[in-house]
């Protein structure tokens, strides 16, 4: 008999770190699947090496609910680990891997429920949704949503199993992530008269960004249910300069937004390129030159699921926990909902576990999830 532990051993054993390729793992989901008698679409990304995976069990009939995961994790540096990352092994009630948590421990509760969904006459279908490289910014989801209305008729809902110790989560942050180039001119650091400092320039651009993030902290708009309650701007790298005496020619960093329900992400960076506009007139009109360049690299919504919407309600007695207003990580829900299908996040294990060493979930929890699953299965057959 299998296991929710070991489907969830197999699943470790994959190394699929976000931005390699997944085919091993998405055969391995597509055969345990079909093993059950239960067909499954391959969606893949334009990538060429990345796909995702979308089944279907029960009638070919709206109403049905989606259970959504990622397949893909961060890596895993050795330090820290006491074992082999991607090989599961158990210490009491805990089982540890990279993604154990985050979030194959998920996967594996709803392919472990497979053999019993699939044997019930269900009267609305509940529908699988695996995707890749969610952890670099929500990728490859995307594609798989594109294609939703030839895949499935209109679902009822969409449940991301996302570890919330499955309380429902009805609203979280989006982001956007981008990387901007300064361009200048290099020269001797004697003479910097006739160079183009590219870092001094990049300051002057961090500091609007720093004076934008204060702007929100102070003026809003707030959500009270956020935390912190108010959208944020930040620097998080910087690189620049190949020596002390040098004026350098490039300087590269990269700044993220993250925004409360009813604040777009890309707006909160709107202020960029005009920022840059006026530091390059500057320049210009000292005699001096600057160019900037911007490169999107994430960019996912937020998730607003109303109070009264029905999947509120369901999903608090399937999973036996009242709803939960609010988280400020993101995950792929907000691009459901953008795409029309209302969508919570809920799922097994605590997300401060994620994405370091010794990550691991409990036999409880892969229990819990388990019971869900079968208490969807139960509003599903009636």
């Given at each position: ?289 600057v160019v900037f360049g911007f490169e999107t690299m994430s960019d996912y919504p937020p998730l607003d699921l109303p109070d009264e919407d ?73």
């Amino acid at each position: 008999m299998t296991t929710v532990e070991t489907v969830l051993a197999d699943l470790v054993a994959f190394p699929s770190i976000c931005r390699t390729p997944n085919a091993a793992i998405i055969e391995h989901v597509r055969g345990y699947l079909a093993s059950h008698g239960v067909e499954s679409v391959i969606v893949p990304g334009p990538e060429g090496d990345r796909s995702n995976l979308f089944a279907t069990i029960g009638p070919r009939e709206p109403g049905g609910i989606i259970l959504s995961a990622h397949l893909d994790v961060v890596p895993a540096a050795p330090e820290g680990w006491v074992g082999q990352p991607f090989a599961l092994r158990r210490n009491g009630d805990r089982l540890i891997g990279r993604g154990a948590v985050d979030m194959k421990g998920f996967v594996a509760s709803v392919l472990a429920s497979v053999p019993d969904l699939a044997s019930r006459r269900l009267t609305r279908p509940v529908h699988i949704a695996l995707s890749y490289d969610e952890e670099v910014g929500c990728v490859g989801v995307r594609h798989l949503i594109a294609r939703l209305r030839e895949l499935c008729p209109r679902p009822a809902g969409c449940i991301v199993g996302e570890p919330t110790d499955l309380h429902p989560v009805l609203r979280h942050k989006g982001k956007i992530a981008q990387r901007v180039t300064v361009e200048g001119k290099a020269g001797h650091s004697s003479r910097t008269d006739l160079g183009d400092n590219a870092i001094h320039y990049a300051a002057e651009l961090m500091a609007a960004v720093h004076a934008e993030a204060r702007r929100h902290a102070v003026e809003g708009p707030f959500a009270d249910s956020f935390a912190p309650p108010y959208s944020t701007i930040q620097v998080g790298t910087v690189q620049g300069g190949t020596g002390i005496n040098i004026v350098p020619a490039q300087c590269v960093f990269e700044v993220e937004a993250r925004a409360i329900a009813g604040q777009e992400p890309a707006g909160l960076l709107a202020f960029l390129p005009r920022e840059a506009e006026r530091i390059h007139a500057a320049a210009v009109a000292d005699g001096h030159n600057v160019v900037f360049g911007f490169e999107t690299m994430s960019d996912y919504p937020p998730l607003d699921l109303p109070d009264e919407d029905p999947l509120v309600g369901l999903t608090e007695d399937v999973s036996g926990n009242p709803r939960q207003q609010a988280v400020s990580f993101g995950t792929e829900a907000g691009l459901f909902q953008a795409a029309g299908i209302p969508a919570i996040v809920c799922g097994p294990g605590d997300v401060n576990r994620a994405h370091k060493p010794e990550e691991y979930i409990t036999d409880a929890e892969l229990a819990g999830a388990m019971a869900m699953i079968a208490r969807i299965r139960d509003r599903l057959s009636s």
